[in-house]
């Protein structure tokens, strides 16, 4: 098996004004302060992503929408290909190559996006295709995972811009954001439903499966999601980022997961498990 990601997330979920307040940094205490503070945002920015990817791989789960391609040797012998990578949003494709180097879409599938990790599942009756194989990483999956996808909004037209989006009409959906306000109309921890959807470019949103489009009359500000993120695995990455930051060294000390060598504090490790244990 081999996984490489083909997009990597188009924001961070964790905002610079967020962090800044959360740091103090350079005195900060209020949004404008943190906004007109910008000596240090190079150095934040990196130590931001560095949370993020501490993260994901303390929990191995994916905090921002990413897309993934998953490399198979072969067909599985059970009826479903486990995703590696929760949570699972959207299978793009599952394709795999014969002897002759014909590449052919495999489309008898369902995705189970409930189990975890994510699964693709045969359909009843299915099989797998049975032709030989090429010899290298025959199989190829191509999926989506992540809590939270970027948007911005638009106020003139309701339109929510979500680039890669996986969502369809009447999902249900909630909304948050990192470093500043939502757009006026809408609000964090409520429900709303997905209208107008564009598949991997835009929607609007209503307060009932079949409601009328919601008037936005703002753009809202900061870094703006649909979805949210488990609070405990925020409060683990600003401990990450509060150990980066004040002390600018290597004085990390916490434990290795999934054989890799990522070291973090023990008590960012305590928040992170407990969304993990949950499987939030």
């Not at 037209?157 to 909630?174: C, E, G, K, L």
């Not at 107008?196 to 609007?204: I, M, Q």
Request: charged share 15%.
């Amino acid at each position: 098996m081999i996984l490489k990601q083909y997009i990597p997330p188009a924001a961070e979920a964790m905002s610079l004004i967020e962090a800044k307040l959360h740091l103090k940094a350079g005195g900060a205490t209020d949004a404008t302060a943190a906004a007109a503070y910008t000596a240090e945002d190079t150095l934040l920015s990196v130590a931001i992503a560095a949370c993020r990817h501490a993260a994901e791989t303390e929990q191995w789960r994916a905090l921002v929408l990413q897309t993934w391609d998953l490399y198979l040797g072969g067909f599985p012998a059970e009826n479903y290909i486990k995703l590696p990578l929760p949570p699972l949003r959207a299978v793009g494709f599952v394709r795999y190559t014969d002897s002759s180097g014909v590449v052919t879409t495999f489309t008898d599938y369902t995705v189970d996006i409930v189990s975890e990790p994510g699964r693709i599942v045969l359909n009843y009756g299915e099989t797998w295709p049975s032709g030989t194989l090429a010899p290298n990483n025959p199989v190829q999956v191509r999926f989506q995972c992540g809590y939270l996808v970027p948007f911005t909004a638009t106020a003139a037209t309701d339109v929510i811009a979500a680039p890669n989006h996986p969502f369809v009409n009447t999902d249900m959906v909630r909304l948050s954001v990192s470093g500043g306000t939502l757009p006026a109309g809408v609000t964090v921890l409520t429900d709303y439903y997905v209208r107008d959807a564009v598949a991997g470019v835009s929607l609007k949103l209503a307060a009932t499966v079949s409601g009328a489009a919601i008037d936005l009359t703002t753009a809202g500000t900061g870094n703006m999601f649909i979805g949210e993120l488990p609070a405990s695995t925020m409060v683990g990455m600003k401990l990450i980022l509060s150990d980066l930051y004040e002390e600018r060294g290597d004085t990390v000390i916490g434990r290795s997961t999934n054989s890799l060598p990522v070291t973090i504090p023990r008590a960012a490790a305590h928040w992170f498990a407990m969304d993990s244990a949950r499987h939030f």
